[in-house]
């Protein structure tokens, strides 16, 4: 963290005095590559019950490149971009059922099967220092990133003890969704009858707190860091072909509301997790520099 804070203090002098520098802009637009990196759930034998893969998403940018000299400069962006995860979710479970909102049925020894597209947007501030020799130039700085939006879609299946599977699709927006438990109307379904012949429902489409979560507030955290580094080709002058990657510092998950999908805590409570899921995106880019 020492040599961020370091690198970026020098940035910001080699801005202020070189103020007679070459000033130029450009922009750029592209496709993302994005996962986090992270550990894995595991079960009782050890096995991992997540899988993280790449999702695609999308970019854009504009740039201000501040000219040194010929061969050297630093250059801001102001930077769209999206980040996240195809996230999986698949073994043993459980599940809170609310037939209302003072009653809560839990069942143990389940499986549960979830499959979530994460979709977070992020405004990139990336400060680089670049070199150029010919048509190829290489890069390498820090990128501020902050959280404008958090979206997900998916699927969840149950199946439980003596309870027929079921499933949820899932529409997460984690900045407009409220907390719900119980689930009533068109959207419910049910799920199974009591002895006493009273259906217990669970929700159609659930969103980002819907009560078997546990969360009440944003599972994403607003503000982000990390490393970037690239290397551009450039077609002509000005027109050129980019791919950067971006590694996270810092944990992109609010672990007040990261709970675990397999394991309850000792009073059957929620059991938050203590780890870190950061970033980490490889950008493809195509961009004029002025």
Known sequence: MNRILFFFCLSVLLLNTNLQAQITGGFKTGLNFSTFNGPSEVDGN??????????SGFHISGMINFHITDLFGIRTEIMYSQKGTDYTFNG???????????TEILNKGGNRNLKLSISNAYIDLPIMAYGRLGRLEASAGINIGILVSARAQGEITYDG?????FTIALDYRFAADEEEKVATGENSQVAYTTNSGVPVRVPVTAGAYYGIFGRNKRLYNVFDLGLNAGLSFYLNKGLFLGFRLNYGLLDATNNDQDFSNANLGEQDNFLKLDDRDTNMSL???IGFSF
């Open 283 to 285: 950008q493809a880019s």
């Open 161 to 165: 003890t003596n309870i027929e599977p």
């Open 92 to 102: 043993q479970s459980f599940w809170i059922f609310y037939p209302d909102p003072d």
């Open 46 to 55: 050890g096995s991992n019950l997540e899988t993280l893969k790449l999702n």
